[in-house]
């Protein structure tokens, strides 16, 4: 059988042909056109018949996903430039110069840099920077700007003329070890004053602006703060785009029309290696692309030279010529004489021989090296104003460039010129010529080429700060506005502390519990912002749904199915729950614009973001590191935690090392609790340290589990060590006088093999086991980290870990749901005999005993590898190993 969805679409048509002799009529004279006129006029009559067809009340047509290789804004559309295009030029040619010379001189030590992708985006930031980039004086929030990370010497640049930094901090461009240096890249972490949002691993940049438009939007229904004014500029390079973060949320951004966001794509047609599409076209691409997410295309591809040439071209040769180019063609032209370029682009057809017949070579090389509309003030400016104007729908800029751009012919859409760190003093020459500096020759003599800034009292400078002044001061610029949240009351907190007296519940429970008493505090209620990617049912949160209502900015333009029941799925516009849909990675590019909320919009939000465990640090570490570098605070709870917990889900479901990550990350607080009140003190601890008067730049990672239990009310005097990471729980019994002992440690849900070890080997063996909680492995290795540093200091700080387990007698066995490697860290600083078990390898589906027992971490396995810790030491006879496993049926 034929595949039918290759039949021509008129077979395919679920209308009947109520006329066909009319569609044959309709056929035919389109024939006749283009038998006539050619192919491009029926073509041009078609899409004229299709806009005045959708016009047409009642016509829902599908829109075109492609137009034509040229602006989308023709020069006679472009409104009228505010600025002064000569004033604006001559900044902008500074801003090169220095963006340039920081680069070279930091070469000479090896630093390395990049020079070629600010050089081709110079005027995407400097139009930006002009009349658009709003700064923070006024309303606090202002733009949120998201910059190329290979742009960030730009950026230093302009910051250097608007004497933000000095020549001193320029010559600290990637020197930060002692203090007051530049960061390579775009990061919040190293230079706070002035950089908002990490960038550059690519990809992360364009998710995290769409999540953060969209959180302005809900701060904004959800009356916390008026973020109306606020844009999201979102630069991005077209190699980027090939990230899938990059495109994973266009629908999103589409579907919620979030006009209060931009993406700029630079489209210079290149990479780090070579051309983005070599035979394709990535202008033609993302506009289908971004069409079809419902965005507003707005492509600014040629200079004005070509003006002139287009009003030639009126058999449409030329536009049909410029579809058909593929990128990397069009980037050889670019470094081709007039000669090639008449034989190549214009040889094609007799239409376009006769149309170049008529211009001159000095002309052709205009048009192909450098008449791109990225490079012209107007037309960026145009492209600009009209992507804040548009209503309903994000707006994306393509605008073509060419990579290197000014930096003469050994930079310019040459296929190394991301990688090349350095102009030669003559290439700075042709460059200072190129851009009309008046740098004298005498200043380009020495080795070193020199910074230049006009005289603070120059027209450019007086230009520059009454645009910034206009626009609300510097930009970009990370400021925090202390605003210590008041402590929750002790209620909820004391509730977990007390225990669940007969009931079992699990830890996920606990933390749930907890979470919606916080909820309902009068002060900083509101400011919870509960995320999960469709998961709430699943971790008991349904009962939230109702009371906290599922933010979605269209509120519920439906009868929901289950209105009438106790725990609808209630959205509303002014909802507080943001369930993403299956996203991690947008759940926590939420989690990030909500977590750093207290510097972006000076209003301090307490996202919690809860996830399959095994989905989170796994699938998404390196956008935790980006939260990281962009300080964000707030809770992240890995649900469902554990190798072996959670029952049946097998290999890919089964975590057992998350907490290995999240030690990898030095902002990350990572907590294994073991029961509900550790929960408590733990959370209680995080708002102080997140949201007190001296809040830290950290983020709480907690694991939390879905096996029911009886929770013990807290033993008195524990929460330092919970806190730090380790207490004893109980006390081992020894049954006689020189009974053997050790010390049993344990984290989250494993706490309970070792109580169960506890009596195994009391009642088996007469060995007395202390238990202890160790909530967090991690932070006690940090604080044992710490202590050997300070020791090389001259302080001889003990570490806690040391000190805690100071004189407990026997071996220590340490054990838990993950891999081995997470007690082991801190194995170093213990005194006693260790030895450690855990879940290492790969999960498998099964009941929850099958599986401890499959990696040898029941109770059972917990009694045997004391007993051999014991037999070691000779505390135990040697047979008793082999006995206690026979017994077991091990
Ligand atoms: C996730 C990630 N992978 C790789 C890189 C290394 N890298 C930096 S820039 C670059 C090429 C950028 O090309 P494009 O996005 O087109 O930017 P352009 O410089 O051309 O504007 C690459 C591969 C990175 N920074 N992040
Ligand atoms: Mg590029």
Redesign the pocket.
Known sequence: MPDPVRLPYSQLDQLPDRDPEETSEWRDSLDAVTKAAGPHRAAYLMRRALEHTARTEGTALPSLLETDYVNTIPTSAEPAFPGDEAMEARITAWNRWNAAAMVTRGSALGLGG?I??FA??AWLYETGFQHFFRGKEGDGSGDQLYI????SPGVYARAFLEGRLTADHLDRFRQETGGEGLPSYPHPRRLPWLWEFPT?????GPLSAIYQARFNRYLEHRGIKDTANSHVWAF??????D?PESTAALALAGREGLDNLTFVI?C?L????GP?RPNFKIVQELEAQFRAAGWNVVKSLWGRAWDEIFALDTDGALIRRLGETPDAQFQTYATRDAAYLREHFFGANESLQALAAGLSDAKLLELFQTSRAGHEPRKVYAAYKAAVEHQGAPTVILAQTV?GYTLGAGFESRNAN?QMKKLTMAEFRTMRDVLELPIPDSALEGDQVPYWRPADDSPEMVYLRERRAALDGPAPARKVVAKPLPMPADKAFDALKKGSGSQEIATTMAFVRLIKDLMRDKETGKRWVPIVPDEARTFGMESLFPTAGLYSPKGATYDPVDRDQLLWYKEAKNGQILNEGITEAGSLADFTAAATSYATHGEPMIPFYIFYSMFGWQRTA?QFWALADQLGRGFVIGATAGRTTMTGEGLQHADGHSHLIASTNPAALSYDPAFAYEVAVIVKEGLRRMYGPEAEDVFYYLTVYNETKVQPAMPEGVEEGILKGLYRFNEGTRPEADSPQLQLLASGTAIHWALEAQQLLAADWGVAADVWSAPSWTELRRDALECDAARLDGDDRIPYVTRALAGAPGPVIAVSDWMRAVPDQIAPWVEQDWTSIGTDGFGLSDTREAARRHFGVDPQSVVVQALAALARRGEVKPEAVKEAKERYGL
Do not use: C
């Open positions: 990049h070629a992708t081709s985006a190329q990370g290979h742009a550059v691993s690519m990809g992360l991005l390079g077209d190699g980027e785009m990230e630079n210079n290149q990479r780090l290696d983005v990579k991301h390196d």
